[in-house]
Nanobody, 128 residues
Framework: QVRPVESGGGSVQSGESLRLSCSAS????????MAWFRQAPGKEREGVAA???????TYADSVKERFVVSQDIAKTTLYLQMNSLQPDDTAVYYC??????????????????????WGQGTQVTVDS
């Protein structure tokens, strides 16, 4: 199993940056596809970025060119560098994991229900 724990959220001004961290705490971290999701008030949870066991990544169109997902395997930690933040990026951000298997990563990112393990979330607020 993997137990994601997010950190790094906060309040920033439009145009500023934040880096989120997700500590996965698992000796089998390498077996998992990892992803970031977010949920704004009154909206459905949406995929933001994902990183597969082979290092491939995918992003939602709304964050492409602004967000970067990366990992430190030795620390079993996933990161999300968020640049040029906008008020529309305001949401609770969740880290999620699933045992890697068949399936296109971009498709999986569009289906939160395909991820098994979830963190508690961290709030990101962007003021205009």
């Amino acid at each position: 199993q993997v137990r994601p724990v997010e950190s790094g959220g906060g309040s920033v001004q439009s145009g500023e940056s934040l880096r989120l961290s997700c500590s996965a705490s698992s000796s089998t971290y390498r077996r998992y596809s990892m992803a970031w999701f977010r949920q704004a008030p009154g909206k459905e949870r949406e995929g933001v970025a994902a990183l597969d066991i082979d290092g491939s990544t995918t992003y939602a169109d709304s964050v492409k060119e602004r967000f970067v997902v990366s990992q430190d395997i030795a620390k079993t930690t996933l990161y999300l560098q968020m640049n040029s933040l906008q008020p529309d990026d305001t949401a609770v951000y969740y880290c999620a994991a699933r045992e890697s298997g068949a399936g296109d990563l971009r498709f999986l990112l569009s289906r939160p229900e395909t991820f098994t393990y979830w963190g508690q979330g961290t709030q990101v607020t962007v003021d205009s």
